[in-house]
């Protein structure tokens, strides 16, 4: 009875402190992908990793709170149909429906993340793909990589990078739906990424 009741308290602190969250690639590009379309989901994954390092419950002195650091003001105006409390920003889907909002209203401007250049060559987290030499491939669309070199380069607008224990040179060839295959061989050890614009 007592291991019973542990285990319930134990679930219920789980799920009572992961509303204050870290988001991870996958789950902040999930969101994004819900409230924003084409390269505007990679913008804004982009602005949130900037303005709260994905933080659900950031918190700027200036009111500004979340994700995407709305200001409080805007859940009485831009945001009133989702938003009835500036407490409510700390929630990601209220947050990423203000931020839409936001956009809509004032553009990619109205974060200064973006009007800085902060994101002009963002590549770290478009979506998740594989690679073989034992590092990590990332792109605004899928990836794939076969490496066992350090580095890869892609004509289409997506972005990879991964790190593997050689260095090589490889290329990599990517088709409109942004698929990527690369080949090398070396010897040595180092790191390497490709960025390509977003």
Known sequence: MIKTLLLVLLVVATFTTSNADVLNCQQITQLAQQYFSGSTVVDMICISYYESSWNTEAYNPSSASGLWQILAEHCQDLCSNVCSSPSDLFDPNVNA????????????????????????????CGSTGSSTNGGSASSASSASSTNSGTSASSSASSSASSSASS????????????????????????????????
């Open 167 to 198: 260095s090589a040179s490889s290329s990599a060839s990517s088709s409109g739906t942004g698929s990527e295959t690369g080949t090398g061989t070396g010897t040595g050890t180092g790191t390497g990424s490709n960025s390509n614009n977003i």
């Open 97 to 124: 429906a203000c931020a839409s909002a936001v956009f809509n209203a004032q553009g990619l401007n109205a974060w200064t993340t973006w009007s800085s250049g902060d994101c002009s060559n963002w590549s770290t």
